[in-house]
Structures are given as C-alpha cells and as structure tokens.
C-alpha cells in the first residue's frame, strides 16, 4: 500500500502515454496545455510563502521552489531541442543531469517570480514555433544519448505537454493535501 501511495505522490497523473496516433487535434490540444503551462502554474505559487515553496512535494522528493526552476530548465532543454533538430539532420542532443541540478544555489534558494517570467517567454515561444510546424517538421528527430533513442518532435510536444501537467499536479496535489489556499 505504501509504495503504490508512493507511485501516486510521484505520478499524479500517470506516467505518459504517447498516443496511437498523433492527429492534428491532439498536436494542437498538447500546445495549447504547453502555451497555458505558465499561467497555470503562476496562479497556483505565486501566492506561496517560502515556507510553503521550501515543501518536498513528496517524501524525498524536490521541493515546490526545485519543481519550478526545474520546469523551466527542462523546458529551455525542450526548446533548444526541438532548434537543433529543425536545423540539423537527426543531431544527438545533450543530456543533463536534472537532479545536480536541482541542487544548485539558483534552484534551492532564489525566487520563483524570475522563473516564471521566464517559463511564460519560453513558453509563448514554444507555443508559437510548434504551431508552425509541418507534417515534415513534426517527423524530424534527435537522438537522446542516454539511451541511444530517436525522438520525432511530435512526440516531444505531447511528452513536454505532459510534463508541465505532471510537475503542476505535484503542486496542486501537494497544496491539497496541507489544505493550503
């Protein structure tokens, strides 16, 4: 029971499922949660107390403040991404290591407002290339080097879509449970 209570503290919504078929609708339905992420997420922690932002959202888990900072560097990673693989021929892009740096000063201790000025920028800017993308830019991919895989940029929109949602849904659950406002 323990460890299922645990699956669900680190995966709120489920782990992603990429779907059977990537239909123009479910393209546009995945940017449209991408461009709102920002918004969505400001609404639920701009009001948080540093107290509040200090909370692991699970047991051993990041806090509030490193799910933020750690949206907005997953999601810089995304762009340049989905740049590199516009412009190159199937590149390896650059791996990183999201827990080293969750750990960094900027991620532990600063304010969340810059960041999420920051997340709202990026994310107009992912909304606005991926809705000009073409059926042949949507096919074009990158190799991860952490797993040798090929990733096509239509499912890069529909996991970073399910990305925001799941670290969102880590804040709300969270908030839910210690019945903050």
Request: hydrophobic fraction near 35%; include cysteine.
């Amino acid at each position: 029971m323990e460890e299922l209570d645990l699956e669900k503290l680190k995966f709120p919504i489920g782990k992603f499922e990429a779907p059977i078929a990537f239909t123009p609708e479910y393209i546009s339905d995945k940017i449209a949660e991408i461009k709102s992420f920002p918004e969505r997420l400001r609404k639920e922690t701009l009001h948080l107390s540093d107290k509040q932002l200090d909370t692991p959202y699970r047991p051993g888990g990041w806090t509030v403040r490193q799910v933020i900072h750690h949206c907005a560097e997953s999601h810089m990673n995304c762009f340049i991404r989905i740049k590199w693989t516009l412009t190159e021929n199937n590149p390896v892009i650059k791996a990183y290591d999201e827990t080293l740096w969750s750990e960094l000063p900027d991620n532990l201790k600063m304010p969340i407002q810059p960041t999420l000025n920051l997340l709202e920028g990026l994310h107009y800017r992912l909304a606005f290339i991926m809705k000009n993308l073409s059926e042949t830019d949507l096919g074009k991919s990158f190799i991860h080097p952490e797993n040798n895989s090929e990733y096509q940029i239509k499912q890069i929109i529909g996991t970073y879509a399910w990305h925001g949602n799941h670290h969102l849904a880590h804040i709300t659950s969270l908030k839910k449970y210690k019945n903050w406002d």
